[in-house]
């Protein structure tokens, strides 16, 4: 196998979606899986529906092509809100997007009149993360237009918390996503098919003791993928947190002494991390760097310590014997680390535990895909 390779445990995604649906559908919410950390990878994507993800949310039209090329059919989301540029695309391949713009959402009636097709419209709202949505108060104004327009259909209202804030949701503002729901329903006259209270960083509220209102879905990437809160960072209880593994080559062992002192270097471009007086003399280098991952995102082998990295080599040291050349290491990734390799043309993915035989995809071609509306 070349390295690098990231190695995909697809029984422990199937075991951790299992558990967040488990967990959610006692509280009458569904898990709509987050594929955009895995680039839309078909395989990842697949175990998560196995496990019982009640479709596919995604944040890029490559990623969603990606899935469709596949030959997967299930329901599948665009939760960024679609570049104009995109639009015929998204009305093609997305069965639902999510929205904040009205020329946007005239733009999609346009092209799903054209395409013969309905597309779902689900409104996002701020609700406190300062990133995309539509202010409370001109929900209902925005609602009104949609419902009247022909090509697209109003299937539901969504919040996102914690991406950009980095504030996880409180009871008082998911009342509030409820209470616009019920609103929203009596002053357009409809019903919303579909609510969605967040991400990741809504399973603490979603599995709290308090009720969950109006909101019957979450959209989940990282607690699936990586089985931590995103928001605290900590492991999340009964999940893997070793799904993902980065393998990587040791092309040098040496042992270096500390370069001097030089005050001439600017000090924002020194990429060593110099520990004065370390044990740590003897160093690896490995075939990998800042072009293909976050490095600070990775947790490094026990008794290994960072002693920095370029565009294409990570330097660690060590005070154990080296390795030989040739050894592959791991490391696991944090979600940054996660999204960069998977994006890396040179890193490849090894799938382990894949149930899916590959003859029963369909492959290419037109598909049917079941609509959302
Ligand atoms: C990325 C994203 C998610 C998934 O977030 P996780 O923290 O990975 O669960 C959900 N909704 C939106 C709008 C997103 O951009």
Known sequence: MNTPFVEVDLSKVRDNTRTIVARLKRRGVSVSAVTKAVCGHPAIAQAMLDAGASGLAESRINNVKTLRDAGMACPITLIRTPMLSQIDQVVKICDASYNTEIVVINALATAAIQQGRVHGIILMIELGDLREGILPKDLIAVADQVVNMPGVALIGLGANFACLSGLAPTVAQMAVL????????????????????????????????????????????????????????????????????????????????????????????????????????????????????????????????????????????????PPNVGTQMRFQMNYSALMHAFAAPDIITKLLNDQTPQNTRPNGGHTDYLALV
């Open 178 to 321: 409820s209470d616009l729901a019920d609103e929203t329903e009596s002053q357009c006259g409809l019903l919303l098919k579909l609510v969605s209270g967040g991400n990741s960083a809504n399973l603490p509220w979603a599995l709290g003791c308090h009720a969950v209102g109006r909101v019957n879905d979450l959209r989940i990437g990282e607690a699936i993928l990586l089985g931590v809160d995103p928001v605290t960072g900590k492991p999340i209880m009964g999940m893997y947190n070793d799904a993902f593994t980065l393998v990587a080559e040791v092309i040098e062992t040496d042992s270096k002494s500390t370069p001097r002192a030089d005050n001439s270097a600017d000090p924002a471009l020194i990429k060593l991390h110099l520990v004065p007086d370390s044990e740590d003399t003897t160093r690896l280098i490995l075939a990998i760097g800042h072009q293909d991952i976050d490095v600070a995102g990775l947790t490094l082998p026990a008794g290994c310590r960072l002693a920095g990295a370029s565009s294409d080599h990570l330097v660690m040291a060590t005070s154990h014997p």
